[in-house]
């Protein structure tokens, strides 16, 4: 069981930056693939980024290819976006997801509870 807690959501201007973390316990989580997915009010849960255990491979959406960046460190447990020129269309309850298998579908395993994040414009 990897139990997955979100962190460093807030409310930024258009063209700012913020940085979310997602920390993990119960397991390694160098074992496992870490996904980001975003759902909006009104809207369907979308892929973001993910990246594999060993930080070898990350895959974007192309809605925010070139302007985020997934990460992890797995000497800490924990896997990061960081977010930057953001746009208002970006705002959105941020999810990270584990499991032992590479994708972008969402079909993961374990996930966290969300962290918010709302881009004025």
């Known amino acids: 069981q990897v139990q997955l807690v979100e962190s460093g959501g807030g409310l930024v201007q258009t063209g700012g930056s913020l940085r979310l973390s997602c920390a993990a316990s119960?397991?390694?989580?160098?074992?496992?693939?870490v996904g980001w997915f975003r759902q909006a009010p009104g809207k369907e849960r979308e892929f973001v980024s993910a990246?594999?255990?060993?930080?070898?491979?990350?895959n974007y959406a192309d809605s925010v290819k070139d302007r985020f960046t997934i990460s992890r460190d797995n000497a800490k447990n924990a896997v990061y976006l960081q977010m930057n020129s953001l746009k208002p269309e970006d705002t959105a309850t941020y999810y990270c997801?584990?499991?032992?298998?590479?994708?972008?579908?969402?079909?993961?395993?374990?996930w966290g509870q969300g962290t918010q994040v709302t881009v004025s414009s």
């Open positions: 997801a584990a499991r032992r298998v590479w994708g972008t579908d969402d079909t993961f395993d374990y």
């Open positions: 119960g397991r390694a989580l160098r074992s496992y693939v």
């Open positions: 990246i594999t255990g060993s930080g070898g491979s990350t």
